[in-house]
């Protein structure tokens, strides 16, 4: 079974700080993994994607992503955060299951709040 | 390309009633997947379809639950009869590729308040 960990709730980072939001995940095989963002009211909107490459990736808004297999984490990080950037973010793995088919499993999502 | 469109955004209704939501992916993608978020429970995947096929229906709560996909562009999730307890926002995301490790894109959800 693979599954995802968000280990904070809620992260407080000052506007022009950098931030860390981390995610750590379990699953069989290669991962896919994936951060996904959503603002109040709104559907989750992708940010970023790891499938191969290059361990760090960088995606929309300035924020990026290291993948550490030894560590099995995939933290979203940004240099430095804006007020903006206040939301709910999820972390995402996929990987092959039995009968050929990808299904992402999501984490319970970390709130990000960056005060003024 | 208009993205994921769900119908209602907003519904209320009262127990033991039916309800029912409506879902349109983005032309080309050929999986659908249905979502519940819940503040107790997170996001929950329901049921996802691939070619128009359910092919994990797992999270399914139970029987008062089902989903429909007709067509590539159109998918339902009815529930009836309806409980307080179903009250959250229903997502639907839909992605392109033959296995589905490609990026979802997430309509703007239904909320559903059974009273």
């Known amino acids: 079974a693979q599954s995802v960990a968000q280990p904070e709730d809620q992260v407080n980072v000052a506007e022009g700080n950098p931030l860390t939001v981390k995610c750590t995940y379990s699953?069989?095989?290669?991962?896919?993994l994936f951060w996904y963002v959503q603002y109040p009211n709104r559907g989750l909107q992708f940010l970023l994607k790891?499938?191969?490459?290059?361990?760090l990736v960088k995606g929309s808004y300035g924020f990026e992503a290291e993948f550490n297999k030894s560590q099995t984490s995939f933290h979203l990080k940004k240099p430095s955060a804006l007020v903006s950037d206040s939301a709910l973010y999820f972390c995402a793995v996929s990987a092959l299951r039995a009968g050929g088919s990808y299904i992402p499993t999501f984490g319970r999502g970390t709130s990000l709040i960056v005060h003024p | 390309d208009a993205g994921v469109i769900q119908s209602p955004r907003h519904e209320v209704t009262e127990m033991g009633q039916e309800v029912t939501l409506r879902c349109k992916p983005i032309s080309g993608h050929n999986s659908l997947f249905w979502y519940r978020q819940t503040m107790m429970r997170g996001l929950e995947l329901l049921i996802y379809f691939n070619n128009n096929v359910p092919i994990d229906d797992s999270g399914m709560p139970e029987d008062r639950f089902s989903a429909k996909m007709p067509n590539a562009s159109f998918s339902t999730l009815k529930i009836q009869p309806s409980e307080p307890r179903d009250s959250a926002v229903y997502f639907c995301a839909s992605s392109g590729g033959r296995d589905s490790t490609d990026t979802q894109y997430f309509g703007p959800g239904t909320r559903l308040t059974v009273l």
């Open positions: 790891y499938i191969t490459g290059d361990n």
């Open positions: 699953v069989s095989g290669n991962p896919y």
